[in-house]
């Protein structure tokens, strides 16, 4: 299933997430698997987040940029706010196929 992903783009060209594991950077083209990173401050919730269109208001876009990705079919669907996304695909696994 293809989603898409906002992703923090570092001065090198690498991507980075956005708040959960932030420093670690992500390949393109490979399945990445989910990893269990509880941070305080955010709702827990394991997997990879992605959303079914390229819009999120109510995130900053300075340094960040949407990508195409595609998750494998074990997801679970959480409803969310217009502004947040809608729709939030969580998946325990994402590939990044590209930058939009």
Same mark, same amino acid.
């Given at each position: 299933m293809i989603t898409y992903k906002l992703f923090r783009v570092m001065k090198d060209g690498s991507i980075? !997430? /956005? $708040?959960?594991?932030?420093?670690? &950077? %992500?390949?393109? +083209?490979? *399945? /990445?698997?989910?990893?269990?990173?509880?941070?305080? +401050?955010? #709702? %827990? &919730? $394991? +997997? *990879? %987040? !992605?959303?079914?269109?390229?819009v999120a208001p %109510? /995130? !900053?876009?300075? +340094? &960040? #940029? *949407? $990508?195409e990705?595609?998750?494998d079919n074990d997801f679970e669907k959480i409803k969310r706010p217009l502004n947040q996304g809608g729709q939030w695909y969580i998946s325990k696994r994402i590939k990044i196929l590209k930058q939009l």
């Open positions: 980075a !997430s /956005l $708040f959960i594991n932030k420093n670690v &950077r %992500h390949k393109i +083209g490979v *399945w /990445l698997e989910a990893k269990d990173h509880p941070t305080k +401050g955010y #709702a %827990h &919730r $394991f +997997g *990879w %987040h !992605s959303v079914n269109t390229t %109510h /995130l !900053s876009m300075k +340094g &960040r #940029a *949407w $990508f990705c595609e998750i």
